[in-house]
């Protein structure tokens, strides 16, 4: 692809990218705002610890963001959801006329980005990898929640374009990142970002309110109890925001879900108690890394977005709300995570539900 390309944030997933598109001949420079991060890249070159045991190193060139200039032909922005008008900010200047923006992030930041940058030149990359990072210059790949499917084979990212069907630009990023991960253009990229958002809203906050790496979050009876109440709110508000999304998490019906929060079938929570075994031990949502390593999580931009989203529609949603306000009570040390912290989860949204249906 010619032109200049960055990759804006490069930690657990936007590592992965900078490095195998800087390996595979691009000429992509990173932009990283953590010193931390970006002195050891600079250092001792960015290791990716792959599934099957294998250790990449790669040393694409990395810069501060008040290092950027001009003229930025491609931007990948993969930094926390909270950074993202920063970043633009820092971004806007330095895009070339025709210039791309996609977001390599989660939730749905398209909405933040395209005031800003304009809708034309966004796209977004649904990611449905993971890895961690606990450490600068590591990036340890681990078997994901939602790539571990019974019997659906997903790619590593879904690339659309913002409110149309994919085209010509959708086409090319797919090709790009497939030096990157298996990707595959789609027509309706919010629709997947609601698909997602199933799984970021419903994972996220249990483990780090419960402190749990994602295998021990799903062999949780209470935890998978918490994950299909906030999972079938997010279905609910995802209809309300127009996208009647028919599968989450590759293997389930949105039936099953619904049948779930219900109590009217063990379906869902059957299945989520099977997929602990196909996700690595290490795996940890974004959230959890966070919350251990003492930093603001983006849990506004999960269940608390799909909270104030709800809220819109008047649609109740006392499993995300009280999620919400549970991970709040970590990040300003009110206080720790832990699994007796799901019982309260529980007590919570139990509470609201009944208050609500009385």
Known sequence: MAGRLIV????AIGGQVAGRLHSAGLAVTAVEPWDAQREAVVRDGLRIARLDGGVERHHPPVIAPEELEGPIDLCL?????YDTKAALER????????????SLQNSINEELIAPMAGAGRVLGGVVLVNAVLLEPGLVTATASVSRATAGVRLPGVYVGEYLRPAGDHARRIARLLD????????????GERWTKMVTNSALNPVSGI???????????AAARRAIIGIAAEVLRVAEAEGHLLERVM?????ED?????EGSSDAFDRGLAARAARVSADAATSLLQDVLRGRRTEVDYFSGLVARKGSAHGIATPWCDAATAL?????EGRRAPAVANLDELLRRAGASEQAASG
Request: hydrophobic share 60%.
């Open 327 to 331: 991970v709040h009570d970590i990040e």
């Open 77 to 81: 922005l993969a930094v926390k959801s």
């Open 210 to 220: 419960g402190g749990l790496a994602s295998a021990a979050m799903l062999a949780n």
């Open 91 to 102: 971004v806007l200047p330095h895009l070339a006329t025709d210039a791309l923006v996609v």
């Open 257 to 261: 879900v619904y049948a779930g929060a």
């Open 8 to 11: 804006y944030g490069i930690g």
């Open 179 to 190: 030096a990157v991960w298996p990707a595959e253009p789609i027509d309706d990229l919010l």
């Open 250 to 254: 590759g293997d389930f019906a949105a």
